[in-house]
């Protein structure tokens, strides 16, 4: 299985600070057909998880665009530009390439 | 407004089976992959089961192989997830998710136990 390595696990940030997640794949996530299925979640306690974004860097309707997602082939970086209250919770990325899908461990985030 | 309705959880002693729905709406059914994921308590997510648009390709996660099966109603607009010989292990809330988790359902709470 492909495994999906997020870093860090735990990210305190700061009310209007930058916020930057890192997550690593241990196989390329191009696609045969070229793309590269790579998509992030955000859950909030006790809620389902939401998709932020799909294929390394399209954000899905309604998602704010303080949310970026980058990175190519192995490593995918999410960005959020500038952290609100609500953006606490936890955070996955997913390999939608590969059978099975795979989620990363997930990141807490938390505002300080 | 796409909607993911999950029934049928509940209480389970290990070795017993349940099947999990999963009513969809507001989309066209048909036309889309479905999946089953699943999320132990206080743990990370997990993706279970996948079929296709037209239920010829089904895919499982190596733990629930020969054990679980997915499949989906097109007249009832449905998705199912039935689980046989079910172990503590599986204990965890089941989202039904669509095409490759743009949507999600609230979970349904699966308890495998004694």
């Known amino acids: 299985d492909v495994v999906m390595t997020q870093s860090p696990l735990s990210l305190p940030v700061t009310l209007g600070q930058p916020a930057s997640i890192s997550c690593r794949s241990s196989h390329s996530l191009v696609y045969s057909d070229e793309n590269t299925y790579l998509s992030w979640f955000h859950q909030r306690p006790g809620q389902s998880p939401r998709r932020l974004i799909y294929?390394?860097?399209n954000r899905d309707s309604g998602v704010p665009d303080r949310f970026s997602g980058s990175g190519s082939g192995t490593d995918f970086t999410l960005k959020i530009s500038r952290v609100e209250a609500e953006d606490v919770g936890v955070y996955y990325c997913m390999q939608g390439t590969h059978w099975p899908h795979t989620f990363g461990q997930g990141t807490k985030v938390e505002i300080k | 407004e796409v909607q993911l309705v999950e029934s049928g959880g509940g209480l389970v002693q290990p070795g017993g089976s349940l099947r999990l729905s999963c009513a969809a709406s507001e989309f066209t059914f048909s036309t889309y992959w479905m999946s089953w994921v699943r999320q132990a308590p206080g743990k990370g997510l997990e993706w279970v089961a996948h079929?296709?648009?037209?239920?010829?390709?089904?895919y499982y996660m190596d733990s629930v192989k020969g054990r679980f099966t997915i499949s989906r109603d097109y007249a009832k607009n449905s998705l199912y997830l039935q689980m046989n010989s079910l172990r503590a292990e599986d204990t965890a809330v089941y989202y039904c998710?669509?095409?490759?988790?743009?949507?999600w359902g609230q979970g349904t709470l699966v308890t495998v136990s004694s």
């Open positions: 079929i296709n648009q037209d239920g010829t390709e089904k």
């Open positions: 998710a669509r095409d490759g988790g743009k949507d």
């Open positions: 294929k390394v860097s």
